[in-house]
């Protein structure tokens, strides 16, 4: 079945740049989402890229996608305490479902 | 953005009763919308897609007797724990689609938690 993994934990200090990745199995996928979830909260849109796209960039998030690679990455650049959240990456399937990662665990340390 | 919300936000309640989450759309028609369930430091497990009008399509291991889903219009869904037990304490989500435009967003509530004693 549809399968999507990221890495659990992730740990920079302020100011530096951090980098997400997910890789993903359906490569029907149509979109992929970032979310951003604050403790104890649901979930926030963060951004998006249609599949055709190869990356994307809205303010200090950019999102690189390598299709071939079903790779997605997203980097937050200036990274500030703020941005510690746990971090969930999801393709939306042909059947317009979204299919989860397990989320990353983003520590910024000051 | 498009706003979803949920209520209750928290719930406790006693081992057998019933439990109704709620899951409106405030500021658009909500065609389809989605309960997901998220156990501790997991991920968003996907429970039933539900469709304005018609019956809730439940993913495969979902108890649809137990996890009783109506979506009875385009801005309200509901989600009935019935006879709960404490191991569906969990953090319910639910989401929702917008039409706008083709980007399929769909936007998030802030989730029950449901702790059942």
């Known amino acids: 079945g549809e399968d999507v993994e990221q890495s659990l934990f992730l740990s920079v200090r302020e100011g530096d740049s951090s980098v997400i990745n997910c890789t993903y199995t359906?490569?029907?996928?149509?979109?992929l989402y970032w979310y951003k979830q604050e403790p104890g909260a649901g979930l926030q849109l963060l951004t998006y890229?249609?599949?055709?796209?190869d990356m994307k960039q809205d303010q200090r998030l950019t999102v690189l996608l390598n299709k071939k690679d079903k790779h997605l990455s997203l980097r937050i650049a200036d990274t500030q305490t703020g941005d510690s959240a746990i971090y969930f990456c999801?393709?939306?399937?042909?059947?317009?479902?979204?299919?989860f990662g397990s989320g990353t665990r983003l520590l910024v340390r000051p | 953005g498009a706003v979803v919300s949920q209520h209750p936000s928290r719930v406790i309640c006693k081992s057998g009763t019933s439990v109704k989450i709620e899951c409106r759309s405030l500021?658009?028609?909500?065609?389809?919308m989605f309960w997901y369930r998220q156990f501790p430091k997991k991920s968003l497990m996907l429970m039933a897609t539900?469709?304005?009008?018609?019956?809730?399509?439940?993913e495969q291991g979902v108890e649809k007797d137990k996890f009783l889903i109506n979506h009875a219009s385009l801005t309200l869904s509901t989600l009935t724990v019935t006879s709960a037990h404490p191991e569906d304490s969990s953090f319910y989500i639910c989401?929702?689609?917008?039409?706008?435009?083709?980007?399929?967003?769909?936007?998030f509530g802030e989730g029950s938690r449901l702790t059942v004693l």
């Open positions: 999801a393709e939306l399937d042909s059947s317009y479902k979204l299919i």
């Open positions: 539900s469709n304005e009008g018609s019956k809730a399509t439940y």
């Open positions: 890229i249609f599949s055709n796209m």
């Open positions: 989401s929702a689609s917008t039409a706008r435009g083709n980007t399929g967003e769909l936007f």
């Open positions: 359906d490569s029907s996928s149509t979109y």
């Open positions: 500021d658009f028609q909500a065609t389809t």
